[in-house]
T-cell receptor, first 112, second 113 residues
């Protein structure tokens, strides 16, 4: 039930773009994205609710395709500060007490 | 408080001892979560509370693990008769409401020798 992320790791030069994918085997109600820098706690980026919306600000955005049960995170013109491990988290239903389940993670390294 | 506070930051214990990990969530946050995170892995759900009620404890590995949040604020995760496999980073998070933006604490790094 853990969502699967791809790629597992990616190395980019500053200014390049990246796409991180998150796939679930179950239908989803919402997808969360977090970034975790080495030795720190995960930090919230955004939540997407089912409806196919795309969210984001400036150079970090995400889409949610409920039909395909997947979400993608887009990082445009990457900066050194974008380095870290990105986790998606999925919630399969808005009913009851469904928990947020985190994915396998994608390690992003930005080099100058 | 300004953020989610966890204590202790590090805990080293001997196998067989009991440990209690504390979490002080952001004031006013209804939901409180406990996760466990192995190095390089995503946070693994353990349990969560809305106010003082434990809503889901399906992620607790076995009956040596328990959690409480008696007054709907501070929470304690207790591990009895610790084993080496319990060694991990234990993270607490809170949110205004269930499954909204989670604020994570710095975690407690538990080492069982």
């Amino acid at each position: 039930q853990q969502p699967v992320q791809s790629p597992q790791a990616v190395i980019l030069r500053e200014g390049e773009d990246a796409v991180i994918n998150c796939s679930s085997s179950k239908a989803l109600y919402s997808v969360h994205w977090y970034r975790q820098k080495h030795g720190e706690a995960p930090v919230f980026l955004m939540i997407l609710l089912k409806g196919g919306e795309q969210k984001g600000h400036e150079k970090i955005s995400a889409s949610f395709n409920e039909k395909k049960q997947q979400s993608s995170l887009y990082l445009t013109a990457s900066q050194l500060s974008y380095s870290g491990t990105y986790f998606c988290g999925t919630v399969i239903s808005n009913f009851g007490n469904e928990k947020l389940t985190f994915g396998t993670g994608t390690r992003l390294t930005i080099i100058p | 408080g300004a953020g989610v506070s966890q204590s202790p930051r590090y805990k080293v214990t001997k196998r067989g001892q009991d440990v209690a990990l504390r979490c002080d969530p952001i004031s006013g946050h209804v939901s409180l979560y406990w996760y466990r995170q192995a190095l390089g892995q995503g946070p693994e759900f353990l349990t969560y509370f809305n106010y003082e009620a434990q809503q889901d404890k399906s992620g607790l590995p076995n009956d040596r693990f328990s959690a409480e949040r008696p007054e709907g604020s501070i929470s304690t995760l207790t591990i009895q008769r610790t084993e080496q496999r319990d060694s991990a980073m234990y993270r607490c998070a809170s949110s205004l409401e269930h499954n909204e933006k989670l604020f994570f604490g710095s975690g407690t790094q538990l080492s069982v020798l």
